[in-house]
């Protein structure tokens, strides 16, 4: 059933995205982001609807959801700015900025991401790389192993012309990403949006869209 696909992951190895960062409520990940510079951490807007600062860490430097983490350093979250035109219904612009307590320090397994040029374009067939903690398997819920050292993998952008083919015309605008294969068993589960095209909601059998 594609409801139960294993999602097929490997370790990254340690520094391999010294920019990923693992965002915890009250003590609990829940979403991941990318840092962009000392003071702020780009992440999905889907994942702060109706939440504000209180209790809302992220940390930077992390490998492990457990275990020692001697690289990590740990901000405080004081500011959250999602996209003023963000929609919870089609989740077209799914991005805010998180404004750090305080700035963080640079090492090697602490570092700001390379942003895309203004105008630049993600061309159909060049491999893309996803990575976090999320689950191992399509709407696996709590009953699905969550991964515990970050993972990785690669995937294929689809042109979005043949994602809104696949998925349904009008599911991916030009704010959107589609990446995955036909076939599935390569995607990003519950730390970035799994979409399915035979349910309401979501999956992994089909190039999913993303603003990771």
């Known amino acids: 059933s594609i409801f139960n696909m294993v999602v097929v992951v490997v370790v990254a190895p340690e520094g391999n995205w010294p920019w990923q960062v693992s965002l915890n409520r009250f003590g609990v990940q829940f979403c991941g982001g990318s840092l962009i510079n000392e003071e702020w951490v780009l992440s999905a807007a889907h994942c702060f609807q109706g939440l504000t600062t209180a209790r809302l860490t ?104 043949q994602c809104n083919c696949i998925l349904g015309v009008g599911r991916i605008t030009d704010n959107m990403l589609c990446a995955g294969l036909t076939e599935g068993g390569r995607d990003a589960c519950q730390f970035l949006r799994c979409e399915n095209p035979h349910s309401a909601d979501s999956s992994a059998n089909a190039p999913r869209s993303t603003m990771q």
Not at 75 to 104: K, M
Not at 113 to 137: K, Y
Request: glycine share 8%; hydrophobic share 35%; aromatic share 4%.
């Open 58 to 161: 992220a940390h930077l430097g992390r490998q492990s959801r457990s275990g020692p983490n001697p690289n990590e350093q740990s901000r405080s979250v004081s500011q959250i700015v999602s996209h003023p035109n963000y929609s919870s219904v089609s989740q077209d612009n799914d991005i805010a900025l998180l404004r750090l307590s305080s700035p963080a320090t640079f090492t090697s397994s602490i570092v700001p991401v390379c942003l895309a040029a203004p105008g630049s374009a993600a061309h159909t067939g060049v491999n893309a790389w996803v990575t976090g903690w999320g689950l191992t398997s399509e709407n696996g819920g709590s009953h699905a192993p969550r991964l515990t050292p970050a993972m990785e993998v690669e995937v294929p952008v689809v042109g979005n012309r």
